[in-house]
């Protein structure tokens, strides 16, 4: 069974530049979460879609925005990109109340 | 308000020797406890899930205990390995909704030959 797979792996981007990270989610899931990893920091809540709706969102900016696709892959887009910004992005899968599994994320960084 | 402590920050230990993470939570109302392993560079992957009846679930040489009342858990690494290298991150979950999982920091364990 393919994991929850995400891309791209590393990004660079400089200041004001928007970015648009990609998120498949295992088979048969359903739920789509994002999550952003600063260093040093513990996993920050962004977005939670399920079945193509955006169920609940994290105290981020508007700036931060995405979307689920009707085959349950998922986009998050960051615009207007700040240097405090650079993070790891994670995206995780799940199916109902089971457990997330999460992909290895992408690495944003902002020069 | 509801958060997620975990101690220590970080942890040294020789190869072969045993180690116990700790994680203390305020999430009330609370639903179940997960512990992950976070390898460097990687996603976190789950190691055990515990709901508010179990006191201990072990995954191999990881065991994991909970104490409700008091709100505690607890992994302890037993023999510990190169490979367990990583930072172990504590999750609590409320009843209901994606925002309502607490991440601790984690504890960041380097185990040396």
């Known amino acids: 069974e393919a994991g929850v797979t995400q891309s791209p792996t590393h990004l660079i981007k400089t200041r004001g530049q928007q970015a648009t990270l990609r998120c498949s989610p295992i088979s048969g899931h359903t739920s789509v979460y994002w999550y952003q990893q600063a260093l040093g920091l513990g996993l920050q809540f962004l977005l939670w879609y399920d079945e193509g709706e955006e169920r609940n969102r994290g105290n981020f900016p508007p700036r931060f925005s995405g979307r689920q696709f009707p085959n349950y892959s998922s986009e998050l887009n960051v615009n207007a990109l700040e240097l405090e910004d650079s993070a790891l992005y994670l995206c995780?899968?799940?199916?109902?109340?089971?457990?997330?599994?999460f992909g290895d994320g992408t690495r944003l960084s902002i020069l | 308000k509801n958060q997620v402590e975990q101690s220590p920050q970080s942890l040294i230990i020789l190869e072969g020797k045993n180690c116990t993470l700790q994680c203390n939570y305020t999430v009330s109302p609370f639903s179940n406890l997960r512990w992950y392993k976070q390898d460097t560079g990687r996603g976190p992957v789950s190691l055990t899930i515990m709901t508010f009846s179990e006191n201990t679930k072990s995954n191999g040489r990881y065991t994991a205990t909970l104490d409700a009342d008091t709100k505690q858990s607890s992994l302890h690494i037993t023999a510990s390995q190169l490979s367990d290298s990583a930072s172990y991150i504590c999750v609590v979950s409320a009843p209901t909704g994606a925002n309502n999982l607490f991440f601790g920091t984690g504890t960041r364990l380097t185990v040396i030959p």
């Open positions: 995780a899968s799940s199916y109902g109340n089971q457990p997330q599994h």
